[in-house]
């Protein structure tokens, strides 16, 4: 049986020459923030642009925060997949004919087992680290070991991701995905070509070598 292979997406892509970027490096999905709060938002505008360097076969991802429909809606020309990272009910997410996963941050008490079976629909859950008032983007790990080995939704893993845990992350957590950003920044925003290709590196290295 095939070894499975940890998928990376790359989130908060602000430049051009950063997707050109990932894109060369062979990643699976590039995230682009439209929450205006965050650090690394872009507007419609922006979001065209860089939509239209990524080419076939790498999703383009929207991450949103508890965000209007028609704001969505302005978006979805660009796009392949929806994030949502607030607190959207199922309903919600399902209302735009685009696949979508949904962001959990692991606070206390969480039942990831319930949260897979109400988002049913999802194409994935996306779990990140709980920080009150943040809705991601923390920098900050959590506790894998909450992750039930029997979760029935594809598991992508976020959270304080680097080159140097990321081959401890795809051996411990067997995730379907990695999601990075400030992992492989400079600044907020601003993403670092040789921060990048250590992830990559060290996603694949582990990729290959059983745990």
Not at 174 to 193: F, H
Request: charged share 20%; net charge negative; aromatic share 8%.
């Amino acid at each position: 049986m095939p070894i499975q292979r940890t998928r990376i997406k790359f989130c908060g892509l602000t430049r051009r020459q950063d997707v050109a970027a990932a894109v060369a490096m062979g990643v699976d999905a590039i995230g682009f923030v439209m929450w205006p709060d965050s650090k690394r938002a872009i507007n419609v505008e922006q979001l065209a642009e860089l939509a239209a360097d990524v080419p076939a076969f790498v999703t383009r991802v929207g991450l949103f925060v508890d965000q209007p429909e028609d704001t969505i809606a302005a978006c979805l020309p660009y796009l392949d997949l929806l994030q949502f990272h607030g607190d959207e009910p199922a309903d919600v997410c399902e209302r735009y004919d685009r696949p979508w996963i949904k962001a959990l941050r692991m606070r206390d008490g969480l039942d990831l087992t319930a949260a897979a079976k109400r988002y049913g629909n999802a194409s994935g859950l996306l779990l990140d680290a709980y920080r009150p008032g943040v809705p991601g983007g923390t920098g900050d790990t959590f506790d894998w070991s909450r992750i039930p080995a029997n979760l029935t939704k594809p598991v992508i893993l976020a959270g304080g991701l680097v080159a140097d845990n990321a081959g401890y992350a795809v051996h411990r957590v067997a995730p379907y995905a990695l999601d990075v950003s400030g992992g492989i920044e400079s600044a907020p925003g601003i993403k670092d070509v040789t921060r990048m290709q250590a992830f990559v590196d060290a996603v694949q290295t582990a990729n290959q070598t059983p745990s």
